[in-house]
């Protein structure tokens, strides 16, 4: 609301502003004198100072909702992108801040003179190579900059990496860790149905020990490496905290890895909120429930995170707690069913 009223008065100054220019002219109109001159010489000159009111302001706005920012980058190749985003910013920030103030500042300087003649300017070798080579320069350094990092976030994922697969779903994430073999169980579309909408092949061991969590956790200096996905439309799996962020896309499966460097409980220390969590969030419009798709995300030291990927693999698996009951209840065995409407569970 005092947003709205504060644009409301610059909106009602400017036109205060521009109809006692008006005025002032139609005064001299009746009074017979020459006042084109006059008039321009004063529109120039609000021009100008509007022009130098926006220029400080959206200066002095960066600090003020600096305390909003992002907080330090809590993983190491965030740490990398966050160095090119500060490089663009500070380009693009001084492109910006000398261009918008030779604007305004040639508006008042060049303003209408009657006995002025403009100045033929048809070219300058001089100012064209400047203008080509300085901006080549520029962006030769950012895309080099950004070539080295691009191949060290998109190198292959260490081994020891924590295999997390997340795939979206409007308007959910379906969390599932390779358990303690470090595999994710196969999947295969045409085994999805109500009881397994990840379509997971349980007569493939490997997805005996996955375990689907409500909350991401993971441990703090320990590469993770996200397998994403999508069941229905593009989502987003964003991370801002990190810096990280990829689409998952229907039928192709995209991934990245990170190390995550400072835990949630040093990240509350830094930005002195005791309520501080990490989350992830979707950042694709993806639907009229898009702000539904967040889940904390925990950054925890190694022990406790051995803890808790234990107790879940033991005893939150759905292999374990759901499957394997449902198959011994029924005295069945596993369906490799191919028929998507009924579950996969042979009774
Ligand atoms: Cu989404």
Redesign the pocket.
Do not use: A, I
């Given at each position: 609301m005092s947003a709205f009223l504060l644009i409301l008065t610059v909106a009602l100054v400017i036109i205060v502003v521009f109809q006692i220019g008006k005025s002032a002219e139609l005064a001299r109109i009746l009074r017979g004198e020459e006042g084109k001159e006059e008039t321009n010489s004063s529109l120039a000159l609000i021009t100008s100072v509007i022009g130098f009111i926006i220029l400080i302001l959206s200066i002095i706005t960066i600090f003020i909702y600096k305390p909003k920012f992002l907080p330090v980058s809590a993983s190491e190749q965030g740490v990398w992108i966050q160095q090119m985003i500060n490089w663009t910013m500070f380009f693009t920030c001084t492109v910006y801040i000398f261009t918008t103030f030779l604007l305004f500042w040639f508006v008042y300087k060049y303003q209408y003179k009657k006995d002025r003649k403009a100045f033929w300017f048809p070219d300058d070798l001089r100012l064209e190579l400047a203008w080509t080579i300085i901006p080549a320069i520029v962006l030769t350094v950012l895309v080099v900059l950004g070539i080295q990092k691009w191949f060290k976030v998109f190198s292959p994922a260490p081994s020891d990496a924590i295999i997390v697969e997340a795939i979206?779903q409007?308007?959910k994430w379906n969390i599932r860790y390779a358990g303690a073999d470090k595999i994710l169980g196969k999947k295969d579309f045409s085994l999805t149905n109500s009881d397994n909408e990840l379509g997971i092949n349980w007569n493939d061991k490997n997805s005996h020990d996955d375990f689907m969590a409500d909350e991401i956790v993971l441990p703090v200096n320990t590469p993770v490496l996200f397998k994403l996905g999508a069941l229905d439309?593009?989502?987003?799996f964003n991370l801002s905290q990190f810096r990280m962020k990829m689409d998952?896309v229907p039928g192709i499966p995209t991934e990245y890895w990170m190390r995550p460097t400072i835990s949630t409980d040093s990240m509350r220390l830094i930005t002195g909120n005791p309520e501080f969590d990490y989350e992830v969030n979707?950042s694709?419009m993806?639907?009229s429930a898009?702000y539904n798709?967040r889940k904390v995300l925990k950054v925890v030291s190694r022990a406790e995170y051995d803890k808790w990927a234990k107790d879940q693999s033991e005893n939150h698996s759905y292999y374990k707690t759901v499957v394997l009951p449902a198959m011994k209840e029924k005295g069945g065995e596993i369906s490799m069913n191919t028929d998507t409407t009924k579950n996969n569970i042979k009774h």
């Open positions: 979206g409007q308007f439309v593009l989502h987003n998952c979707c694709e993806c639907g898009h798709m």
